[in-house]
């Protein structure tokens, strides 16, 4: 019977860790560039982890609920989920009864909205004649 170690499973979930912040990096970079320019790569790795705590804290497991949780961030704050501005952000959060997809994408689109945030332009190839 194969048998995996304590020290291979870590390194296992180490190699999972760094290729899921590797994503949420490009993630970042692609869908709010504006907002993240200012952040080295290792910034947002770090942010990406602080948040993902932080997300856990409130239910949120996937990556898509974690990366709406970190995009929310940078839309209107790093500590958004305590600031008095967005009490809805807590009222979100803490609202168990509602699956923690929906809530995330809520969050998400609240914080779009209270932002501002507009997506960028995808490159709309030229017609050709």
Not at 2 to 13: G, S
Not at 46 to 54: D, E, H, K, M
Not at 73 to 102: C, K
Request: proline share 5%.
């Amino acid at each position: 019977m194969l048998k995996i170690r304590d020290e291979h499973m870590q390194a296992f979930q180490a190699q999972t860790r760094t290729q899921f912040e590797e994503r949420g990096v490009r993630h970042l970079r692609t869908h709010l560039p504006e907002q993240t320019a200012p952040f080295s790569d290792k910034d947002l790795r770090t942010r990406i982890q602080t948040g993902g705590v932080r997300a856990r804290t409130y239910g949120f497991r996937s990556e898509r609920q974690i990366m709406s949780f970190v995009d929310t961030s940078f839309l209107i704050g790093p500590d958004f989920d305590h600031d008095r501005r967005y009490p809805w952000a807590q009222e979100i959060l803490l609202n168990r009864a509602i699956p923690a997809n929906r809530r995330a994408g809520t969050l998400l689109g609240n914080a779009a909205r209270a932002s501002g945030y507009r997506a960028p332009q995808a490159a709309v190839p030229a017609k050709e004649m």
